[in-house]
């Protein structure tokens, strides 16, 4: 019988050090207790920390309506990493050149972050 196990490391953005390893069984989701987590980790960082400014970044595995009603509820910032359709190019295409103009003109890679809404279904 063989076991498989799904890690799961909550990193400290600066420093890299790893915040909470979980591992969790091999055939649970992504964002299975994620948020649960990422709860308990916010609360001890706030009863220390109570004005830290706290920034999550994760990719679409992660992106759930549970962790977006607690992001809003803790004053959370965040970037999750979503698959691309057609709306959000459109969103990201201006920042998009101004990257790749720079690329061009420095011959060095940039990365370039911008904000907005964005509700799946949306057609604009």
């Keep these: 019988m063989d076991i ?3 890690e799961l490391f909550f990193h400290d953005g600066d420093t890299g050090q790893i915040i909470v390893p979980v591992l969790r069984p091999g055939n649970s989701h992504s964002n299975k207790w994620y ?3 990422l ?3 916010i609360l001890k960082i706030r009863k220390v ?3 830290m400014k706290i920034i999550i970044r994760a990719d ?5 309506a ?3 009603k607690m992001a809003d509820h803790y004053n959370l910032y965040y970037a999750i990493g979503l698959a691309s359709n057609e709306v959000l190019k459109r969103r990201v295409k201006r920042a998009e050149q101004a990257v790749k103009h720079l ?3 420095e011959g060095e890679k940039h990365q370039h972050f911008i904000s907005f809404d964005y509700k799946v279904g949306e057609l604009a």
Excluded: E, T
């Design 4 to 6: 498989m196990y799904n």
């Design 35 to 37: 948020v649960s987590i």
């Design 39 to 41: 709860k308990r980790i």
């Design 49 to 51: 920390y109570p004005q």
């Design 60 to 64: 679409s595995g992660f992106s759930s």
């Design 66 to 68: 549970p962790f977006y």
């Design 103 to 105: 690329y061009q003109a």
